[in-house]
């Protein structure tokens, strides 16, 4: 249910969805081992909002 474009070929654009989707795959693939230190930040960043309780 995609908009069709004049002069748009249908099986390209489909490769390059699915290139550009493994583009970004590979992307999240490569930052997965900043997830904990960028967690580690997070909680430094909450520590002051957090009322004690």
Do not use: E, F, Q, Y
């Not at 908009?3 to 989707?21: D, E, M, P």
């Not at 960028?38 to 909680?43: A, D, I, K, R, Y």
């Amino acid at each position: 249910m995609s908009a069709r474009v004049g002069g748009r070929n249908r099986a390209i654009s489909w490769i390059v969805g699915i290139l550009c989707a493994a583009v970004v795959a590979a992307l999240l693939w490569l930052s997965l081992p900043a997830g904990p230190g960028l967690l580690v930040v997070v909680g430094h960043l909450l520590d002051g909002t957090v009322p004690p309780g």
